[in-house]
């Protein structure tokens, strides 16, 4: 039996490895990649690379093995989802894991917006296939903000459509954290965990923390979503995914990723990580 994580080797899959690693040994977990050279490093490390494709089906035989507990991070590619995620819930079926871990979306069913849609249909699925399962819902992510900060400093301005909306995001790697506890700790199969910061935020309340933080001004500019889509094209974004994240902010505004049910910092033993602080370090 593995502890294994499917798309190890992205932002989310490395951080939590690197929570693994503290407490279970690199012989106990397996990664499944795509591209072998990009896990050389885990490799290395004495973890198990197991190379397999979401779109290539086939590929999946073999992937999991009976008895492992696997933490399947969603997709990346927004449209093909669907597809991708039931080959893997196929495999894990026939493998006969012992639990199927998933990182969905805040909200579940009741995440009304374009993004969340997949991740709605890949719950169903993992429900219908009878496996043990665990649904970690993550909100959003502090970075999903300040990896825009050369962005909002060079115009002095977060825009967005998102109205008053409040936020409760959190750190990557307190998700990492949770995810690396669901898939090492005893009480989770069959669980459902709404997965978001401590504190929600408003924009305006972050545009005014990045001034205070960087000594520059920095306001919230507010815009209908017409407007935004525009700044957002205009700025090399492609259409269909500017159009997922004006959607997206018209679900902050309907107050869709503010819930603070408290499960992650339960999860993880500690506070989630403040939006102040992840402004801080990024502007370091």
Known sequence: MSIVVTGATGALGRLVLEELLATVPAEGIAVVVRNKEKA????????EVRVADYDDPASLDGAFRAGDRVLMISGSEVGRRVPQHTAVIGAAKAAGVAQLAYTGILGGPEADFDLAAEHRITERLILGSGLPYTFLRNGWYHENYTAQLGNVLEHGAVVASAGEGRIASAARADYAAAAAVAVTGEGHLNRTYELSGDTAWSLAEYAAEVAARSGREVVYAAVPAEEHLKVLTGAGVPEGFAAILVDVDAAIG???????????????????????DAIAASLA
């Not at 050389?40 to 973890?47: H, N, S, T």
């Not at 309907?254 to 102040?276: C, E, H, K, Q, Y």
Request: avoid cysteine; charged fraction near 25%; hydrophobic fraction near 40%.
């Open 254 to 276: 309907r107050g869709r990723l503010a819930g603070t049910s408290g499960d992650l910092a339960r999860l993880i033993g500690r506070p989630t990580t403040p939006v102040a």
């Open 40 to 47: 050389a490093d885990l490799a290395e490390r004495g973890i």
